[in-house]
């Protein structure tokens, strides 16, 4: 009697689709949790004020008697400047809305809360009082607002340390300074 041999090649197709599923969903997550990190690093982040957030739940709860949900009227310009158009200000305000390091890279990328097609962002970096680097970038409009072009500063340049931004910023016959810092 001959014995048969039963082929064994469907458990190994089988144990390498669960180890290439495995392997995409650990490389999703590392993804995600590497883009998320950059965010929780930033000492200037904006966050929602607890009042803020249970007041919006309130306002998208409540009904119009319609069936429908009322929202919230979201204003167009929610910056630090809060006293109508902020483009009738004569001074340009801002934030720094990232300030971390990658890579070896200190990045600073900044928010202009008026509407700026050209100008200039002068960045000045100071640790203990002392200034240890200066740059300049253009301004660049984004629908509402301005950004700088964003300033990308090798790490070999600086000191660790807590480290204050200043981005004097020139722009229309009007100038504002942005200032901001961060934990190098």
Not at 11 to 16: E, K
Not at 72 to 100: H, I, R, W
Not at 158 to 170: A, C, P, R, S
């Amino acid at each position: 009697m001959v014995k048969r041999r039963r082929s064994k090649k469907w458990i190994y197709w089988v144990v390498f689709v669960v180890l290439v599923v495995g392997a995409g969903v650990v490389c999703y997550l590392v993804w995600d949790n590497y883009f998320r990190g950059d965010i929780g690093n930033n000492a200037d982040t904006q966050e929602v004020e607890g009042d803020d957030a249970e007041n919006s739940d309130a306002d998208s709860n409540s009904s119009d008697g319609s069936g429908g949900v009322e929202k919230e009227k979201v204003e167009q310009y929610d910056g630090q400047y809060s006293g109508g158009d902020p483009n009738d200000n004569n001074e340009l305000t801002g934030v720094v809305t990232y300030a971390g390091v990658n890579d070896g890279i200190l990045r600073i990328r900044v928010n202009i809360d008026q509407y700026l097609e050209e100008g200039t962002c002068s960045l000045t970096l100071a640790q203990g009082g002392r200034v240890v680097y200066r740059d300049t970038a253009g301004i660049v409009g984004v629908a509402a607002t301005a950004t700088c072009e964003g300033f990308d500063i090798d790490m070999g340049n600086l000191n660790g340390g807590n480290t204050q931004i200043e981005i004097k910023i020139v722009a229309r016959g009007k100038e504002g300074v942005i200032r901001g810092e961060t934990e190098l």
